[in-house]
C-alpha cells in the first residue's frame, strides 16, 4: 500500500496490469475454455477491458456481451441487487466468462449467475478484479486478481459515490 494525496493506493497500475496479464493466462489455458465473455457493468468494464485485450494476446479472443446490475448505494451495500439490463440469449449453450471489478458479499455475483442460467448458460466461470474477504459469502470466483480486507475500493472502474472509476488504481475510501 501506499499513499497518494491523502489516499491509499491498494493496488497500483503496475501491479494490476501484470496480475491481469497472469489471470489471461491462466484462464486460456484452463479446462472449462469459455466461449463468450460477460461483463457486469458498470464497476466491471475497466478490469473486462484489459482482461479481454490479455485474453485475446493469449489466444482466446471472446465475443462480448454486457449485463447491468446494480447492488451498491454509496459506500454500503443493500440486500437487492437491481436488474438493469439482463443476459441476452447469446449465452445459450455456452460457457460464459462472467466478470466483475468486486465481489464482496457474493449478492451481485450470485444474481448474475442466476440471469445467465435462466437465459440458458452451459457453465459460467468467473473472474473478478478484486475479492473481499466476507465470512458469508454465498459464491467465489474461479480466477481472482486480487484479496483485500473489507474496506471500501475505488478506482479501476470501481466508483465512490458516482467519482473514481477512470482512476487507474484500487484505492482504500478514507473516512
Partial sequence: MREAAGETILFSEGAIARRVEEMAAAIAGGARRPDIAVPILVGAFMF????????????LDLPTEFMWLRAYGGEETPGDVLTLKPPTDAVRGKTVL?????????????????????????????????AKRHPNREWEADYVGFEA???????????????????????????
Avoid: K, W
Wanted: net charge positive; no cysteine; glycine share 16%.
Fill in 98 to 130: 462472467l466478470l466483475d471489478g468486486v465481489l464482496d458479499t457474493g449478492a451481485t455475483f450470485g444474481r448474475a449467475r442466476e440471469l445467465l442460467f435462466a437465459a440458458g448458460a452451459a457453465d459460467i466461470v468467473s473472474a473478478v478484479a478484486v
Fill in 48 to 59: 473486462a477491458a484489459d482482461l479481454l485485450r490479455a485474453l485475446s494476446r493469449a489466444g
Fill in 149 to 175: 480486507g473489507r474496506d471500501f475500493l475505488y478506482g479501476y472502474g470501481m466508483d465512490r459515490n458516482g467519482a473514481g472509476r477512470g482512476l487507474p488504481q484500487i484505492r482504500i475510501a478514507s473516512s
